[in-house]
């Protein structure tokens, strides 16, 4: 069954919505650059009332190491989604529970995705001069197909209730990640639109198999 990560988590509420309808993952998102950046307090209370419940991701864009840990011991958060400029000897060195970010053009990122270590990678959309994620813009999914057959393979990008379906059955991925396609407003979640894209996930997968 194919995984489903909220990212852009900003409120509890949101957090708790997520969880009820069936979500795997969120993405705690602390670069400063973002609307969906989350308060450390705010994350420390997500992961103490729901880290038993859900897998929790903190994304970090060209943080220091230093930062980070921090970070991940402030909150309690053991996971890390680098989706930066970051280097592989970065990412290496919080395995096993990192994975690098990689933004994907017109081109096949099948050997950009081997530089980096771990079992984990992410694809996402490279939208020139916009941020690093959450744009709500997809890539061809074709592209991501060689990727998904060598790693755990999380696929985002412009990804909604209404394609998530079609994703799956064209990529197979090991998970989807969804952020401003389930908002009412950045980093503000609608759960209604959740529960839908994780309802289309699942029928996604049906249709794969």
């Not at 069936?22 to 994350?43: E, Q, S």
């Not at 103490?48 to 991701?57: F, K, M, S, T, Y």
Request: proline letters at 5%.
């Amino acid at each position: 069954m194919t995984r489903v990560k909220v990212c852009g988590v900003t409120r509890i509420e949101d957090a708790r919505a997520c969880v009820r309808v069936g979500v795997d993952t969120l993405g705690i998102n602390f670069w400063h650059g973002t609307k969906r950046r989350c308060d450390t307090g705010v994350a420390r209370s997500i992961v103490d009332e729901l880290a038993g419940l859900v897998e929790i991701v903190a994304v970090f864009v060209d943080a220091p190491a230093a930062e980070i840990r921090e970070t991940l011991a402030s909150t309690g958060i053991r996971w890390v989604q680098l989706h930066g400029a970051e280097s592989p000897e970065l990412v290496s060195e919080f395995l096993p529970r990192a994975y690098k970010a990689i933004g994907v053009g017109s081109d096949d990122p099948l050997a950009e995705s081997r530089r980096f270590p771990g079992e984990h990678i992410l694809l996402d959309a490279a939208v020139p001069g916009a941020m690093p994620g959450g744009t709500g813009k997809r890539f061809d999914w074709e592209l991501a197909r060689s990727v998904a057959r060598e790693r755990k393979l999380t696929l985002a990008g412009g990804l909604v209730p209404g394609n998530v379906s079609d994703a799956i059955r064209v990529v197979r991925p090991y998970r989807v990640d969804v952020a401003s396609g389930v908002e009412s407003a950045p980093g503000i979640k609608d759960e209604a639109l959740v529960r839908a894209f994780v309802e289309a996930a699942r029928r996604g997968d049906e249709r794969a198999d």
